[in-house]
């Protein structure tokens, strides 16, 4: 079942803050982050396991709640560079580990 | 560069053709994952190789197939094109199967069907 992301768009001023939340109906194992820029490939930000752990890079966190089956994303300060979509991604609940990804966030941050 | 690599980057073609979709993982991935990406839309899950085995499998069509060879590249072929079938399709690899792999993605082939 698809991950549903919130909100679905955003716009900001350089500087300002961000959250993107990503809601599962299913257990998560994990949660993986990733951004796409317009045609361009989706780009790795950040995974979040179960037990807490977190893999990534780049300055942002993320946060990962199992009992409520969500993880947020943080974007503080943002750049105009972290302008893209967001998308969450959540392996499915069958031993296959694929993705499911979410529905996505478009964030435009401008000067 | 996620050092993934897909050809080709364009393609254009006919209603009721078939093409095939080239990827190349990473050195030392064995997982290769195909994604489809209409205009605006989210990544769609297709299929996953593992080490030259079907692993997994998404909304794929009948008229897509994949398979991986035995030096992990992997091919998608899409047949009987539709308009519909019109989309960025993405091939990802990752080390292993395990859910907290990271996935790398390559730049993407466009497939225009007119």
């Known amino acids: 079942q698809q991950p549903v992301q919130s909100p679905q768009a955003v716009i900001l001023r350089e500087g300002e803050d961000a959250v993107i939340n990503c809601s599962s109906s299913k257990a998560l194992y994990s949660v993986h982050w990733y951004r796409q820029k317009h045609g361009e490939a989706p780009v790795f930000l950040m995974i979040l396991l179960k037990g807490g752990e977190q893999k990534g890079h780049e300055k942002i966190s993320a946060s990962f709640n199992e009992k409520k089956q969500q993880s947020s994303l943080y974007l503080t300060a943002s750049q105009l560079s972290y302008s893209g979509t967001y998308f969450c991604?959540?392996?499915?609940?069958?031993?296959?580990?694929?993705?499911?990804f979410g529905t996505g966030t478009r964030l435009q941050v401008f000067p | 560069d996620s050092g993934v690599t897909q050809t080709p980057k364009h393609l254009i073609t006919a209603t009721g053709q078939r093409v095939t979709l080239r990827c190349s993982p990473r050195?030392?991935?064995?997982?290769v994952y195909w994604y489809q990406q209409s205009l605006d839309q989210g990544l769609q899950f297709l299929i996953q190789?593992?080490?030259?085995?079907?692993?997994a499998k998404g909304n794929i069509l009948e008229r897509f197939s994949a398979q991986q060879f035995p030096d992990l590249h992997s091919e998608l072929n899409l047949s009987s094109l539709e308009l519909g079938d019109s989309a960025l399709y993405f091939c990802a690899s990752s080390v292993g199967l395990a859910h907290q792999e990271t996935q790398y993605f390559g730049p993407g082939t466009r497939l225009l069907v007119l």
């Open positions: 190789y593992y080490n030259g085995e079907e692993r």
């Open positions: 050195s030392g991935d064995l997982s």
């Open positions: 991604g959540t392996p499915g609940v069958d031993s296959t580990d694929k993705l499911i």
